[in-house]
């Protein structure tokens, strides 16, 4: 297919519920463990089509979903300094996912970013709506 001209911007979105709080002295109201539905988009970009006529095929982005769901969905999110909260799941068996700081919007999305790339699907920007008025969004440079 020939070249284009154009720079392209591909992106999907889903969601996961989590719960979280914030730990290491953070004084709001954050620090009470709480639940999100959060929303994730995903955003590859590209210059060129392949053969098909596609930057990258949308199916693809399934793989970075299912680790989401896998390890995200219905789980609580800490950081790793949490002991207290971390040793009371472990006890209850309760699904969890440490973070090495405190599991923010910023935090995730940039956790998620480097894990697309680790995955081999390295992506642009990823946003994180924590609420329908609230979001972070983190790009690669």
């Known amino acids: 297919m020939a070249q284009s001209k154009n ?3 591909l ?25 999100h539905s959060f929303r994730v988009t995903c955003t590859i970009e590209g210059d060129e ?3 098909f006529g ?13 680790w989401c769901k ?11 300094s949490d002991h207290e909260t971390i040793d009371f799941l472990i006890g209850t068996e309760q699904k969890h996912f440490l973070f090495a700081h405190n599991p923010t ?3 995730i ?11 081999g699907f390295p992506l642009s920007t ?7 008025t609230h979001s972070c969004t983190v790009r690669r440079t």
């Open 126 to 132: 990823v946003t994180i709506d924590e609420t329908c």
């Open 70 to 80: 896998e390890q995200w969905d219905h789980a609580t999110l800490l950081a790793e």
């Open 54 to 66: 596609m930057v990258k095929d949308f199916a693809d982005f399934k793989l970075l979903k299912e």
């Open 109 to 119: 999305a940039q956790y998620l970013l480097g894990k697309s790339e680790e995955l």
């Open 11 to 35: 992106s999907t979105s889903f969601t996961f519920e989590a719960a979280h709080r914030l730990v290491n002295g953070y004084p709001g109201k954050c620090r009470n463990l709480h639940g």
């Open 105 to 107: 919007s910023e935090v």
């Open 49 to 51: 089509l392949d053969r």
């Open 7 to 9: 720079h392209f911007t």
